[in-house]
T-cell receptor
Framework: AQSVTQLDSHVSVSEGTPVLLRCNYSSSYSPSLFWYVQHPNKGLQLLLK??????LVKGINGFEAEFKKSETSFHLTKPSAHMSDAAEYFCVVIPSSGGYNKLIFGAGTRLAVHP | NAGVTQTPKFQVLKTGQSMTLQCAQDMNHNSMYWYRQDPGMGLRLIYY???????DKGEVPNGYNVSRLNKREFSLRLESAAPSQTSVYFCASSELPPGQLAKNIQYFGAGTRLSVL
């Protein structure tokens, strides 16, 4: 069965320091992978997506993620955190097994950014 | 640029009451979705509509019904609310059908926070 594991439920960083949000997936097929961000009382917004092109994917607001097949990981990073990055982040996988491609969401990582 | 609009934003129900959550999108998207979000569980798909006139069950459809009223609107109905349905509900839409989600992006509404007492 396909699944997504976000390894940290909460991450706290200081403004200006790097951000690392970890995501591991399990999929029998070559998956498509996404990161979404949810700011308080807002809907989810797509940050970036991997669909079997370049393994290093750049997204909005300075975020990027690297697909590592050998490690089944798709960690989200940002070199320097900003206060406005405080939000909840979801790793999402679509196992490409044909037919209806169901989105499988991780449980989310809440990022706190301190001055 | 409204995108996906959900109403109401908040709702409190008593057990056994019924209500309908409304969702409308102005992007001329073909596909629409209803999710629920519970702490520590990410989002789970309740129902989806690949195109106007069609609906299909998702991962957790029990206790819910949906109506794809037209291309713009997709409503979710709780016929007899239960405390287990206390959750945040999100509507989403996408241009392409679900089978092409890998190349597609889902756009989400701001959510409806529902409490069932």
């Amino acid at each position: 069965a396909q699944s997504v594991t976000q390894l940290d439920s909460h991450v706290s960083v200081s403004e200006g320091t790097p951000v690392l949000l970890r995501c591991n997936y399990s999929s029998s097929y070559s998956p498509s992978l996404f990161w979404y961000v949810q700011h308080p009382n807002k809907g989810l917004q797509l940050l970036l997506k991997y669909t079997s092109a370049a393994t290093l994917v750049k997204g909005i607001n300075g975020f990027e993620a690297e697909f590592k097949k050998s490690e089944t990981s798709f960690h989200l990073t940002k070199p320097s955190a900003h206060m406005s990055d405080a939000a909840e982040y979801f790793c999402v996988v679509i196992p490409s097994s044909g037919g209806y491609n169901k989105l499988i969401f991780g449980a989310g990582t809440r990022l706190a950014v301190h001055p | 640029n409204a995108g996906v609009t959900q109403t109401p934003k908040f709702q409190v129900l008593k057990t056994g009451q019924s209500m309908t959550l409304q969702c409308a999108q102005d992007m001329n998207h073909n596909s629409m979705y209803w999710y629920r979000q519970d702490p520590g569980m990410g989002l789970r798909l309740i129902y989806y509509s690949a195109s106007e006139g069609t609906t299909d069950k998702g991962e957790v459809p029990n206790g819910y019904n949906v109506s794809r009223l037209n291309k713009r609107e997709f409503s979710l109905r709780l016929e007899s609310a239960a405390p287990s349905q206390t959750s945040v509900y999100f509507c989403a839409s996408s241009e392409l059908p679900p089978g092409q989600l890998a190349k597609n992006i889902q756009y989400f509404g701001a959510g409806t926070r529902l409490s069932v007492l």
